[in-house]
């Protein structure tokens, strides 16, 4: 499958190539190819296990996607906090919406795009949910969060995606692998509305198909911080985690198509 992504269909090929050179300049053709054939049996695999995932019993669930220090979060609970997690478009990011509801405390919330196909989302939404997790879609963002705000809940989010047009005035501009990124708002938004703790998800894959994740709290009061310094700790601990093994993000994003505009006075 992988071949035939890279090979075949070149699913996103030059993409994929113009962020690798733009975020590795430093590195030789060589490897720039070796990242490349990485990423995409990273992204084959994924795609298996996604498919997987509507069929996996949950004891299995938790054997392939284990969170390893899930106590991290018992201090908020027990003090009646909710928490927003956030994660990128690491190794197996699709199992984090099963595998939540079944080994932590808090209530999980995915905030996830629908599909445009009603009966996969349906199916999809369905699946997650009988395994403890809720998935709200994008648009209802805000009305999710007013709706369980007296609950304790842990929002999930994956936040490395490039804004979208209608959006990107509101976006942070972040320098991330040194290079002037639009950042999606909305983590950083709601966690100051609500002053939700923030932990940032570290999914690593320590063999074919198995999972470690490791908790990392980014901030505990987010209202105390100035506008962009959260979305600041987030990029800088996601580019840390894609320098350590660049294979497992989703290269195939155009994560710098937007231009910073520098307001000009006369």
């Known amino acids: 499958m992988a071949f035939i992504l890279r090979k075949v269909i070149?699913?996103?090929?030059?993409?994929?190539?113009?962020?690798?050179?733009l975020a590795f300049p430093e590195k030789s053709e060589k490897e720039l190819v070796s990242i490349e054939k990485g990423i995409y049996q990273n992204l084959a695999d994924i795609s298996v296990e996604a498919l997987k995932g509507f069929t996996m019993q949950n004891r299995n669930t938790i054997?392939?996607?284990?969170?390893?220090?899930?106590?991290?979060?018992?201090?908020y609970y027990n003090n009646g906090r909710s928490v927003i997690g956030v994660a990128g478009h690491i190794n197996n990011w699709e199992w984090g919406a099963m595998s939540a509801?079944?080994?932590?405390?808090?209530?999980?919330?995915?905030?996830?795009?629908?599909?445009?196909?009603?009966?996969?989302?349906w199916f999809m939404k369905w699946n997650r949910s009988i395994r403890g997790t809720l998935m709200a879609p994008t648009s209802s963002t805000f009305e999710t969060f007013e709706k369980y705000q007296n609950e304790k809940c842990i929002y999930l989010l994956?936040?490395?995606?490039?804004?979208?047009?209608?959006?990107?005035?509101?976006?942070?501009?972040?320098?991330?692998?040194a290079m002037e990124t639009a950042c999606i708002h909305?983590?950083?938004?709601?966690?100051?509305?609500?002053?939700?703790?923030?932990?940032?998800i570290d999914i690593k894959r320590v063999n074919r198909g198995f999972y470690e994740i490791e908790l990392t709290t980014l901030v505990e009061n987010p209202s105390e911080l100035a506008?962009?310094?959260?979305?600041?700790?987030?990029?800088?601990k996601l580019e840390e985690v894609i320098r350590r093994n660049p294979e497992s993000w989703l290269w195939s994003h155009r994560r710098?198509?937007?231009q910073k505009v520098e307001n000009k006075t006369n």
């Open 227 to 236: 506008n962009g310094e959260l979305t600041q700790r987030y990029m800088n």
């Open 158 to 177: 994956v936040a490395d995606q490039s804004p979208s047009k209608s959006s990107s005035s509101k976006a942070y501009w972040i320098k991330f692998f």
């Open 256 to 258: 710098w198509k937007h």
């Open 63 to 75: 054997q392939r996607h284990r969170i390893l220090n899930p106590e991290l979060l018992d201090y």
């Open 101 to 121: 509801g079944l080994q932590l405390k808090h209530y999980p919330i995915a905030i996830y795009k629908a599909l445009s196909n009603k009966l996969i989302d």
């Open 10 to 21: 070149r699913y996103r090929v030059k993409v994929t190539r113009n962020n690798l050179k």
């Open 186 to 200: 909305g983590p950083e938004k709601y966690a100051k509305m609500y002053n939700y703790p923030v932990v940032f």
